[in-house]
């Protein structure tokens, strides 16, 4: 490799070094300045073309986008806004880039229009910095588990398992749609498939995690999910990323323990490594509400929330208290909610977890013990309180901005409870045999949770759009690239 | 959390300490010794019970695979085997395990047994141990290429593109199969599907991770892959994990170098992080290998082959030396190829590869220069040789025991040649636009490989079956679990 990358040139103070620099041009001012980026940093290096020495035709083909290979002396700089830049000897163009065609010009480009030509968006600082933070957020959560020595596990993609039973799956098979295969009695012969069996897309690897923990502990999975859901909003994706720690042993204090050390831990790990790309990306989030009421404007610079929610404890409160606050609270007695909260069970909507989370604690909320109705079937059970109200062991971490941000919950590991909920909400126990083997041979108090990793990289990158910061978003409708 | 994890203990020199442990029984001998395991290791703890003073009720359910909580006082062990045990002050069982019922009993299981119970099969010492391999190696390719300054990127899972031009894909839909839509020519209508056309699982992420590469730089995935393939040998799965780092600027040479270090990287990781699992497998081989006649057995054990593997750099051949090597040699001389190489063109059978890795270079070979023909239409075309033969900048890396571990290339990255090749072979540039998009604004050099995942666990712990380094494997009729 003959070239080094502007990430370690800009750091460089070898003045006098001959180097040679790869990249594309983000600008070309003066017939002179030429602003370099490889992609290693979100910063540009200045190239420094000798012009009147340079062919005209080889300088009006350094257009925004073409790659070029620059050769020269590493020098100080004497312009402003950077320290080091390259005096040019040897100009040469990789690659063209025709500047009438090029949809990336040096200008600000809608976040909207950079969706449509995702190809191409990468070549932003705005998606550098996401997609920079992004790696780090992936990094550290791999890192906060390693060093707790919990086994990273990868569950199925393809299953034949709905784990949340409930929830729109997509449907994986072989079959060719013009002669779908039937029995005799004209039914779908899924003996036919491909893996002889209706399979589908997971949309959680819990149960199969489930299975590991009962056997080597500590495990967590980071794997893609999928939900068929047909909701267009900017929280939701068809596919994404989810990490889904399972640890025997531990009950509802211990996940939650861990959960908020796992999310300290990765914020603390991106502002410690990505403290350009978060700094930048604060400043565009500034930019961006100068245009909104100052009402509407965040408290506080992205920063500064990272910052906060490192500070300071999660707060703990049961869904009962939580109701009580709700019922109690302002937009409840004005019918400012659109869901009035009248009783307990009530599930509740954004809004109820938004004025929790955002007015009344101002800081990331973990609720706890939910009404036993409104959850899935394998959280465990806690005794019926002093009114008959049965509630479980459920933990939902809300925060400021993103709501849900974490699920999870002590499991049932009682085999007789867990069959008689199983048999109330109709999912049939020869199916999941297999899962109530880890209750019958050996069951113990476990836990886990799942923590949508796209939420994460909202949160830490200040962008408000979960399309914004997946690499190529897929919605209903939207399959591209 | 009240308990200490068996690995901590096992390590501890607190003699006297009050200890709690929570875990499964592997044996109960003599009314008295308890061996436990909680996942953390490989290895057990010992817990020695009073069991004059303890109810014969209790000790009865101390059971092979049930789950117990110990409390008692940490003590040097006097018997053979271990430093530490525990001094029971207090048994207390968490879990039953029917011992009439439970499946996996203190005994050698045959691996083929322990694959139909997969979900039980991870309280077994061997996939204990391979699974914690597996763990290690997956977090050691993170650690590499961050180390590097590489971004890691989630390609998609759901694609509307099949990277390869070929292979058999799963079909991804939300079709009701009982009432396919047709639009009015009486075709299906991808448009009523999810994402409005018709979408597939990804056979690999490298076209995506190209879009990245050209604009982050360096890049790299590390996620599931799909292959419809109607294979059921022990080297193929349905679904399995693959890496794809890809480089601009990056050309042939640079791209075998990254291969070879991110390969001796990681066995040496896995060497370094999981000595006594190693250890385990190499002796579980020896044992495994006893049955099989002199000449069949490795002429290294496992730990030696791995560090072999270190000791050596990979050989660079070009396919035609490699075919000129294998029509001198003597299984081709003896016609006891099952395909005899007769001349330049041929593709490498299995029984080529072996014969050039195993019995003539003995080490791992880097096989590069391949005839265009049986090459992707994205690799980089050579300039023909003085005979006029095609070839492309191709590298597979052959492993001895596993054959192709790595297949990658230099892309082709000039626009016109480009789509030359896509036309010769039939894939239509309409539906690429997006990819050749990378080839008209800023092209330049870049490289890339892909590593197949499970590949490299079969390689490092010695198994033999692909099925047994995949915590739950999909195959042809097989997605249980």
């Known amino acids: 490799m003959e070239h080094t990358r502007i990430k370690e040139l800009l750091k460089s103070e070898e003045f006098g070094k001959h180097v040679i620099v790869k990249g594309w041009v983000k600008t070309f001012r003066n017939n002179q300045f030429i602003a370099i980026n490889d992609g290693s940093s979100l910063n540009n290096i200045q190239a420094v073309v000798d012009f009147e020495n340079t062919e005209e035709a080889l300088l009006k083909r350094v257009t925004t986008g073409a790659a070029v290979r620059v050769e020269g002396t590493l020098v100080e700089s004497l312009g402003k806004g950077q320290r080091v830049e390259i005096k040019v000897k ?168 861990l959960a908020e050390d796992l999310l300290k831990y990765v914020i603390k790990y991106a502002l410690d490594h990505c403290a350009e790309e978060i700094e930048f990306l604060k400043s565009r989030l500034l930019e961006e509400e ?9 408290e506080l610079n992205l920063v500064d929330k990272l910052n906060f929610v490192l ?52 800081k990331p909320v973990i609720l706890i013990d939910y009404p036993r109705e409104i959850k899935s079937f394998y959280m465990k059970q806690n005794e019926p309180d002093a009114q008959g109200r049965h509630t479980v062991r459920a933990m939902d971490i809300l925060f400021p901005g993103i709501g849900e941000m974490v699920g999870g919950s002590q499991r049932e590991e009682n085999l007789d409870k867990l069959l008689a909920r199983m048999e109330e909400v109709g999912i049939p126990a020869e199916e999941m045999d297999w899962f109530l083997d880890t209750r019958r041979f050996g069951t113990a108090p476990h836990a886990g949770f799942g923590l949508g990793f796209e939420r994460l990289v909202l949160f830490v990158t200040g962008m408000t759009n979960i399309r914004d910061v997946i690499p190529f978003p897929r919605t209903p409708n939207n399959a591209e690239f």
Do not use: C
């Not at 010009?105 to 969706?115: V, Y």
């Not at 100068?290 to 965040?298: F, L």
């Not at 409160?317 to 909260?341: G, M």
């Open 290 to 298: 100068k245009s909104k009421p100052q009402n509407e404007r965040a």
């Open 311 to 362: 500070a300071n404890n999660f707060e703990r409160v049961t869904y009962t208290d939580a109701i009580e606050i709700l019922k109690r609270s302002k937009p409840n007695q004005k019918k400012q909610f659109k869901y009035l909260i009248d009783e307990w069970g009530a599930d509740l909507q954004s809004e109820h977890e938004r004025y929790l989370v955002e007015k009344h604690f101002k």
């Open 90 to 257: 040897e100009l040469t163009i990789l690659g063209d880039s025709d500047p009438e065609k090029f949809p990336l010009q040096p200008k600000k480009h809608s976040l909207e229009f950079l969706r449509e030509i995702a190809h191409l968006r990468f070549r932003t600082g705005t998606f550098n910095a996401v997609f920079k933070v992004r790696n780090a957020l992936a990094f550290a959560v791999h890192q906060f588990f390693n060093e707790r020595d919990f086994v990273y596990m990868h569950t199925p993609i393809i299953t034949g398992s709905d784990a949340e039973g409930a929830g729109e799956i997509f449907k994986v098979t072989t079959f060719d749609f013009d002669s779908i295969p039937r029995n005799e009695q004209g039914q779908i012969d899924y003996k036919e498939d491909f893996f002889g069996k209706a399979t589908n897309l997971t949309v959680s690897g819990q149960l199969e995690g489930e299975l590991a923990a009962m056997a080597l502990g500590n495990i967590y999975t980071f794997g893609p999910t999928f939900r068929a859901e047909n909701s267009n909003t900017t929280r939701h994706l068809a596919e994404f990323w989810m990490i889904e720690p399972e640890m025997a042993f531990y009950e509802l204090e211990d996940n939650m323990d």
